[in-house]
């Protein structure tokens, strides 16, 4: 069986329930997936086929998982990979929020060349976070909640199920 490694960077947990849908599709469609966070992956060499995703902070990915993509280009180059974004502004799907995070992925495309990324709301729970972030927010005048849309990450999983089954090696 076709496995499939699905690897998150997270702060507060949004981004690792939504690796765990994404998980769920591409499971159900016949592969083997391991949803791991990030830090516990040894090496993404195993699989034939990653997805790596990471919350935006600042208009970034978390540094964690960027520096992932740095350490292991090249056999990520071999085989393909899927991203994901997940932020507060891709609630509103304007094209300068989506512009944004295309942004944020230029630190990754300079080592990888995703098959497909995908862009998704978040959650922002001031009651989880360190006081810096906290601080972020409110002056930021960000409306906390939770701003997760299940069936838009159910749905970019199906179509990436199967555009990895043409990819897949
Ligand atoms: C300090 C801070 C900065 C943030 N910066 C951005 C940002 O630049 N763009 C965005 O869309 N969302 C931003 N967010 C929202 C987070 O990306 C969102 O809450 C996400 O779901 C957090 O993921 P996590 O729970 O996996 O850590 C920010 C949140 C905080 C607390």
Excluded at 48 to 56: D, F, H, K, W
Excluded at 83 to 89: A, C, L, W
Excluded at 122 to 129: F, I, K
Excluded at 147 to 157: G, K, M, N, Q
């Amino acid at each position: 069986m076709k496995k499939i490694l699905v690897c998150y960077s997270t702060r507060y947990g949004s981004t690792g329930e939504i690796a765990g849908m994404i998980g769920e599709e591409l499971g159900s469609t016949g592969y083997e997936v391991m949803v791991q966070p990030i830090a516990r992956v040894k090496d993404p060499g195993e699989y034939n086929a990653v997805v790596i995703g990471s919350p935006l902070y600042m208009g970034k990915w978390l540094a964690e998982a960027r520096d992932f993509v740095s350490r292991f280009r090249h056999s990520l180059g071999e085989r393909p990979v899927a991203v994901f974004s997940v932020g507060y502004s891709m609630k509103d799907r304007t094209k300068e929020h989506l512009q944004s995070g295309e942004d944020a992925l230029e630190a990754i495309r300079i080592f990888i060349n995703p098959i497909s990324t995908g862009f998704f709301p978040g959650r922002v729970d001031p009651d989880l976070m360190s006081p810096a972030d906290k601080a972020v927010v409110r002056l930021g005048g960000v409306t906390p909640g939770d701003f997760r849309e299940e069936d838009l990450v159910r749905t970019w999983a199906k179509t990436l199920a199967g555009a990895m089954s043409e990819e897949v090696k």
